[in-house]
């Protein structure tokens, strides 16, 4: 058996899902004197959800150990397995903060680093580094100190030493991408070539530290050619093709790539234009006459101030943007509108009519890839009775056989 790798000696919170993983993560440390803060996410989205939380409070409590929990509320949101994560992520970083605690521990398994490397596989993910045993985590640090125990040996473990563990049904589920691999990809690959999790997981460890020296290798290079306007990009250019995909990995570390995304950085530095930009994430990279800056960007949507257009129509200014009403032959049916007009952000509930039923503007610009930050600077446009008349620059209403008998037309450019 592994054994387990090494935390620092400092208040730790531990995640505990009252799973056999946490809670032999959990018994370890508290064997080993460790001063800890149990914290526990219930998700709210199973019947055993409340009994789980109370047996890892209660097991909390019979040690005498501060215990924490959040209960998560979704409000009809959408859920899958990337929001519960990121809620959860979130929980411990704020628990972070408020106690003072710069060291988060979790128990990810060496089975859980298998699934890792190759949803990354899958994904198209350029950088295949799996599960870190220790990296920078909000106020501080994010520890696995069982990342090389398999699950079978945590299982004998816990039956060894007789501790008690809850079994969530959601794991056996086969609908999750994680779940697939798990009981059904990996066994396939052990029979096909028994061993080959060692041989994989020793692979990726190889492959990622060759990486780091090349990134440690790349940040330094950034480092000494940043300037106040940002870095020179002829020094990036400069640099051999694998290294110069490394230079996105160090302006954006805490964002996950595709190849996609680094072949896109590469033809972008490569166009020969004054000034443009691109977006990864909630960033925004910036080319300025020869340097290049990262910006990264509030998440949270900031709505522009509305403004209403008469049937005089005109130019008006939104954000950075001027929008231009006429009339014309073409466009939004006149027969249609109800003026006077509102130019705004979008709102909660906002739906577009098409040529079949009617659309969630929010959909429209999460489909057209809008980045977050950036859609509350698409002018949504509602005539006098609510209607969404355009969400401009992405789609206009459709009225079906109105629009053909129709003779005048409200027309939108920005």
């Known amino acids: 058996m592994e054994t387990i790798a090494p935390v620092p000696n400092e208040p730790l919170i531990v995640g505990v899902s009252g799973g056999c993983d946490s809670m ?8 080993a004197k460790f001063d800890l803060l149990i914290a526990h996410v219930h998700h709210g989205l199973r019947a055993a959800s409340d009994e789980e939380a109370a047996f890892v409070e209660n097991w909390a409590f019979e040690r005498n150990l501060p215990f924490r929990t959040i209960r998560l509320e979704w409000d ?67 520890h696995r100190p069982l990342v090389n125990w398999t699950k079978q040996e945590l299982t004998a473990y816990a039956t060894r030493q007789q501790i008690e563990w809850r079994e969530d049904a959601t794991n056996a589920e086969t609908k999750y991408l994680r779940n697939q691999i798990r009981h059904d990809i990996l066994p396939r690959l052990a029979q096909v070539r028994p061993g080959f999790e060692e041989a994989t997981v020793r692979a990726a460890r190889l492959r990622q530290t060759i990486q780091d020296e090349h990134l440690a290798y790349v940040e330094a290079l950034v480092a000494r050619h940043m300037t106040d306007d940002g870095i020179v990009i002829d ?44 977006y990864y994430g909630n960033w925004r990279i910036r080319r300025a006459y020869g340097y290049l800056t990262c910006i990264e960007k509030d998440t949270t949507d900031s709505a522009l101030e509305s403004f209403q257009v008469g049937a005089d129509l005109g130019t008006y200014r939104y954000g950075e943007r001027d929008v231009t009403f006429s009339y014309g032959e073409a ?84």
């Open 76 to 142: 009809g949101q959408r859920v899958n397995q990337a929001r519960c994560r990121e809620k959860r992520y979130q929980f411990f970083e704020n628990l972070m903060e408020e106690t003072n605690r710069s060291h988060l521990v979790l128990a990810h398994h060496r089975d859980d680093q298998l699934e890792t490397l190759l949803i990354q596989l899958l994904r198209g993910e350029a950088t295949i580094d799996g599960i870190p045993i220790h990296r920078p985590f909000g106020p501080g640090q994010l």
């Open 235 to 278: 020094e990036i250019n400069q640099l051999p093709t694998d290294l110069r995909r490394l230079v996105l990995q160090v302006l954006l570390p805490d964002v996950r790539l595709t190849s996609e995304d680094f072949d896109r950085f590469l033809a972008w530095l490569r166009v020969d234009m004054p000034s443009s930009e691109v």
């Open 24 to 31: 032999v993560l959990a018994h370890l440390l508290h064997e």
């Open 331 to 414: 466009g939004i049916p006149l027969a249609e509108v109800t003026f006077p007009l509102t130019v705004r952000s979008q709102l909660p509930g906002d739906r577009i009519q098409l040529e079949i039923g009617t659309k969630k503007v929010s959909r429209i610009l999460i489909d057209a890839k809008v980045p977050r930050y950036l859609r509350a600077e698409v002018p949504v446009v509602v005539d006098a009775t609510g209607q969404v008349l355009a969400v401009v620059g992405h789609r206009i209403a459709k009225f079906g056989s109105f629009e053909l008998l129709a003779r005048s037309y409200l027309m939108i450019e920005w």
